[in-house]
């Protein structure tokens, strides 16, 4: 049987919350809308001094440490401005994974928003992926966002330290993370600037091994597994009639009519 685990942990009031308020407050009319979006591109990032491994065409996205010792990050990006009309307030954000391999009990993978654009290249990894394979040009990797060209200021990938959502993955199934404010807030800010959407990075338990959750990515060859991205969000009109303003055909001193 399928399970859903919900990541969602509450989050103490903020500004991005009173700004969703604020703009429901004054917009003259509003259209809620909900919109489920399939991963853009996927990789993990293999712990490698030399930035020699990858995944980008691999069915499976890694987050933890495996019983070697090697740390794995996974990495998923979803085309929010293609998905949901420019202007639009995003009202919620929930991350769907199905975990398809484990070798070990509950562990906590926290989503950290990316900061810098990565590759995923036509590199597959075989077996079970977890040792990954040889890096390909335009791969994300350990030291690189495209490879061999391109690096990270910092090895291991370049992300924000707080997360937008955490949650426990235990058994093979399905989970989510969100709708969280953190997370809201990440998609709304790739709304108003696609450029500087680059998706999150999946971090496991880093601290002990093994750790590593291996999750379904967009090229696993069972679709209903692939990630996807469900947003809600309402859509802000502008329509002056629905604000009692008079029709402009219409003569204001004329109130009672011929």
């Known amino acids: ?40 591109k996927d990789n993990t990032l293999y712990e490698s001094r030399t930035g020699g491994l990858s995944n980008g065409s691999g069915q499976r996205l890694f987050a933890g440490r495996t019983g070697s010792g090697g740390l794995r990050r996974g990495l998923v990006e979803f085309d929010i401005s ?5 202007g639009s307030i ?33 590199s597959d990894a075989p077996g ?17 966002t495209f490879f061999d060209t391109d690096f990270w200021s910092n090895a291991g990938g370049d992300f924000v330290a707080v997360p937008g959502s955490s949650g426990s993955v235990a058994g093979e199934g399905l989970y989510s993370w969100g709708p969280e404010v953190g997370m809201t807030a990440d998609v709304q800010g790739w709304l108003d600037d696609s450029g500087g959407n680059h998706g999150w990075i999946l971090i496991g338990n880093e601290a002990f091994l093994p750790t590593a959750k291996a999750f379904a990515s967009k090229e696993h060859p069972v679709p209903t597994l692939h990630p996807t991205l469900t947003v809600e969000f309402l859509i802000v009109t502008d329509d002056e009639d ?9 003569d204001p001193d004329d109130e009672f009519g011929p």
């Open 1 to 40: 049987m399928t399970r859903m685990q919900s990541g969602a942990r509450e989050r103490p009031w903020t500004k991005a919350s009173a700004l969703v308020v604020a703009l429901l407050v004054a917009s003259p009319a509003t259209v809620a809308d909900v919109v489920v979006i399939p991963a853009a």
């Open 82 to 86: 293609g998905n949901v009309p420019a």
């Open 90 to 122: 995003i009202s919620g954000a929930t991350l769907t994974l199905n975990l398809i391999m484990t070798t070990s009990g509950p562990q906590t993978v926290s989503l950290h928003r990316v900061l810098a654009d990565w590759g995923e290249g036509p």
């Open 128 to 144: 079970g992926e977890g040792i990954g394979t040889s890096s390909t040009p335009g791969d994300a990797t350990w030291i690189h």
């Open 242 to 250: 629905e604000d009692g303003d008079e029709d402009e055909d219409e």
